[in-house]
């Protein structure tokens, strides 16, 4: 045992140890593109437009703005770091690099917790969707199915993976551009819907329905359509040209991620019943097919299998990305070890498989509880994802003044500055989701996970830490440089 850095101990491994946890990939920037922009792209077809009931048009279309901002600034500070830290942890990594093991043991964990927590709302939202195409079926046999293939998709090989998600992504994309097309062309469009939510007593229901505290409100499902497109740097093992390829994906993905948004949250909002109706909808896209169709049964087989294709595109995205946090972690000794062993395949299979498991028990937990239960379930995603977001960005900052010495291909055109707004962006969402009661057992969720996974790295993980991994090795380095 080594005692390098404080009280954390450290083991050294042999050769085979770091052999036996192999990644291999070339992923070019089209497919890493497709990764991530599939990983997002179920928030347009579902959970976004929540936030017109809590918020008004505007009122989602504020939150939407502040955290398009937000992204931004994270995608450009994530592209900088991705190619100074090129390794598959991503947010842990920069994290554990600037903060230290604990602070980035405890990002690595509200990053599994977002990813297997949406992949499991995402699941259970996809078999309540095709269950009238196979009423016979029962929804744990949907789920099964839908986990089981993708999961198997993930393991067989990175190649398959991107490809499937590369594929599915570009034809929920596809269904996305028809609905906008077909609600223009056919002139269901009527701006006038976008405000149709009443108001609340003294407030205007053309401006702020339910005034700035709608705003606050609304922040969540605006991080809905952004949410998880920080999952790219856990592919940087995994691609040939990290320096070039990882920057281009991100920046691009992103891009992509906003002009959807805006055709989604404009145009999804005025159709059929307008905003009050859309604002209460479990399928908003469904809404809208049917105000193009009619109803019927050529109407609910669409929109049933638009919906299912559109959520599909993101499963095989977000099972990877808790696959790769799960396997970093494991790697570095966080969690056992045995998580991390890649085989033949060269994919981490046992933490595919462990992440699988958990996300099918929060499944089970939705069905038998209710919609707050997945509202719990999803808000404590988002929690988790903001907490991520303030420690990467002050990693961003930090490492500038500390690691000078880093080699960085690409720079953010935004800086310290970009990365001081997008931090106090995440922070402010933070504050103002926490302050609205119906999210309040998400935060106290996040925050029994996080009280849990502290015990745990203090009894555990501190004494387990393998120092080549390359998270570790690097952190190390620069300590020793600091030093």
Request: aromatic letters at 12%.
């Amino acid at each position: 045992m080594q005692k390098p850095e404080g009280m954390m101990s450290y083991r050294s491994v042999n050769e085979s140890y770091l052999r036996r946890r192999q990644l291999r990939g070339s992923a070019s920037p089209f497919l890493l593109w497709g990764l991530g922009v599939g990983a997002v792209i179920s928030g347009d077809f579902y959970g976004w437009n929540y936030g017109l009931a809590a918020g008004g048009f505007w009122g989602l279309a504020i939150a939407t703005f502040l955290m398009a901002i937000m992204y931004l600034c994270m995608v450009f500070s994530l592209a900088e770091l991705s190619t100074a830290l090129p390794h598959s942890g991503g947010l842990y990594s920069f994290t554990r690099n600037a903060f230290g093991p604990f602070w980035g043991f405890i990002c690595g964990v509200v990053v599994t917790l977002e990813y297997v927590l949406a992949t499991a709302a995402l699941v259970y939202s996809m078999s309540n969707y095709i269950k009238p195409l196979i009423p016979f079926v029962p929804s744990f046999m949907v789920w099964l199915i839908a986990y089981s293939i993708f999961m198997a998709v993930t393991i067989h090989s990175l190649e398959l993976t991107l490809n499937v998600s590369l594929f599915l992504t570009l034809l929920a994309i596809m269904v996305l551009f028809t609905f906008y097309l077909s609600m223009l062309g056919a002139g269901v469009f009527n701006s006038e819907l976008l405000f149709n939510i009443p108001a609340n007593p003294g407030q205007s229901a053309t401006w702020l329905p339910k005034g700035w505290q709608g705003v606050f409100a609304a922040l969540p499902y605006a991080i809905w359509f952004y949410l998880a497109i920080e999952m790219l740097p856990l592919a940087s093992e995994e691609t040939d040209n990290v320096r070039r390829n990882m920057p281009t994906a991100l920046i691009s993905g992103m891009f992509t991620l906003i002009v959807l948004s805006v055709c989604t949250l404009v145009l999804n909002s005025g159709i059929g019943g307008g905003a009050e109706v859309i604002g209460k909808s479990d399928i908003p896209l469904g809404d809208g097919l049917e105000a193009y169709f009619g109803k019927g049964s050529t109407s609910s087989i669409v929109t049933a299998l638009s919906l299912t294709l559109g959520l599909a595109a993101s499963l095989p995205t977000q099972i990877y990305a808790y696959g790769r946090i799960l396997f970093s972690l494991s790697r570095a000794g966080y969690i056992p070890d045995s998580l991390s062993v890649t085989g033949r395949e060269f994919t981490p299979k046992r933490a595919l498989i462990l992440g699988t498991v958990v996300g099918l028990i929060f499944v089970i937990l939705i069905d038998r509880g209710n919609k707050s239960v997945d509202a719990v379930l999803l808000n404590t995603a988002v929690f988790g994802a903001l907490i991520s977001y303030v420690l990467v960005m002050l990693s961003y900052i930090k490492l500038k003044g500390s690691r000078p010495d880093l080699p960085r291909p690409y720079k953010s055109p935004l800086g310290t500055v970009g990365a001081g707004v997008g931090a106090s962006l995440a922070l402010f969402a933070l504050v103002a989701c926490s302050f609205v009661p119906d999210y309040q057992p998400g935060l106290l969720g996040l925050a029994i996970a996080l009280v849990g996974a502290t015990v745990y790295y203090f009894l555990y993980s501190k004494n387990r830490l393998v120092a080549q991994a390359p998270e570790e090795a690097s952190a190390l380095m620069g300590a020793k440089v600091l030093e």
